[in-house]
């Protein structure tokens, strides 16, 4: 992630003072189409609600910023003195909101407390900016519309990854799963009762880095690179249909066949692989690396029964941590930040 700015604490206010306004996100993780979404394919993502940012912003002065906690990050939007030669996606999406709203001389300190392991795949930059967007709205008693929050957080966003798709702007900000595609999300009717095992390689990724490289291999042979879009495609449309049916083994296969894909577009490691592998011999029908690569972090697909074993056997073989996901009462998401279309309403 672009982390968010450290400033000069100039003056002694701390976070724990009464709030100003207060904004929320939460991680996502997506479970087919990091990297092809960058090239028009479709892609899916969950919400992971237990992973959240909290973001509190307060009228702020020039060269000022607040003493930070342990743990925290902030930042002074606004204030061209303060951290110019920085580019952080969450300062610049509060900016841009300024901007919008006409409050260009106004300086907001912003404090956030994420929960969300930074650069690991799960959208921390994303949450921090949606949640610091949604903080300076409520502090100065603006409404967003979906829509335009969405586009806030990807002005953040196209820093972050150098070019955003959308899919995790979109994500950190659903309440239920989404199938993305080319800047539309769409609610995922989930008829699967079974769990994601999400495992940290404890290895941070750059998704700057990784999208560049991924672009490169695209690029050097244009036929193969038709060929692997379609197959991307083929595997979400799949994937899509198995989530409704609630066909665990087949969306499995699909996941190690995306994983076989995201190696060849050069985006996996020996970490990632030895995960994928552990989790497989433990029992997982499926798993892959989800987000960027290149470090980050394994998804792996599980009976409920298994995932305590699956999870175990991942911090085994060297996962950092675990967090596991139920799909089970995963809702359909009414609150979707972009705009929606019927379901398979806008394919290539
Ligand atoms: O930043 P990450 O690791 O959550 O990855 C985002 C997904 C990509 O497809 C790699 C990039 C994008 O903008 O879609």
Avoid at 45 to 50: D, E, G, Q, R, S
Avoid at 116 to 134: D, E, T, Y
Wanted: glycine share 12%; with cysteine; net charge negative.
């Amino acid at each position: 992630m672009n982390s968010p700015v450290r400033e000069r604490a100039d003056h002694h206010r701390t976070a724990r003072e009464p709030v100003g306004g207060v904004g929320r996100a939460h991680a996502k993780a997506i479970l087919l189409g990091e990297h092809t979404v960058v090239h028009g394919t479709p892609a899916i993502a969950f919400p992971l609600p237990t992973l959240s940012v909290r973001a509190i912003a307060r009228p702020g002065t020039a060269g000022a910023a607040t003493v930070l906690p342990e743990g925290h990050f902030g930042f002074l939007a606004g204030d061209p003195e303060s951290g110019r030669h920085t580019l952080s996606g969450p300062r610049v999406a509060v900016e841009e909101a300024l901007r919008r709203w006409g409050l260009t001389d106004r300086i907001v300190d912003v404090v956030v407390e994420c929960d969300i392991p930074l650069a690991r795949g799960l959208g921390s930059s994303a949450a921090c900016a949606g949640a610091a967007v949604r903080a300076t709205a409520d502090l100065f008693g603006r409404t967003v519309d979906p829509v335009t929050l969405y586009e806030l957080v990807q002005v953040g966003e196209q820093i972050a990854h150098g070019r955003a798709s959308g899919i995790d702007a979109s994500a950190v900000l659903a309440q239920g799963p989404i199938r993305f595609h080319g800047g539309t999300a769409t609610a995922l009717d989930i008829g699967l009762d079974a769990v994601l095992v999400i495992a940290d390689t404890g290895v941070p990724g750059s998704t700057q880095h990784a999208v560049a490289g991924v672009r490169q291999v695209l690029e050097r042979d244009p036929g193969a690179a038709r060929r692997t879009l379609a197959r991307a495609d083929e595997l979400i449309d799949a994937a899509v249909h198995d989530l409704s049916a609630g066909h665990a083994a087949a969306l499995g296969k699909s996941m190690l066949a995306f994983q076989e894909l995201l190696s060849e577009l050069g985006v996996s490691t020996t970490h990632i692989d030895t995960l994928v592998t552990a989790a497989l011999d433990a029992g997982a029908y499926g798993a892959k690396l989800t987000g960027a690569g290149l470090g980050g972090c394994v998804l792996a697909l599980t009976e409920p029964a298994e995932a305590a074993s699956v999870s175990a056997a991942l911090r085994r073989a060297g996962a950092a941590q675990t967090w596991t996901v139920p799909t089970r009462g995963m809702r359909a998401d009414a609150g979707s930040p972009t705009p929606s279309t019927p379901e398979r309403g806008a394919d290539r």
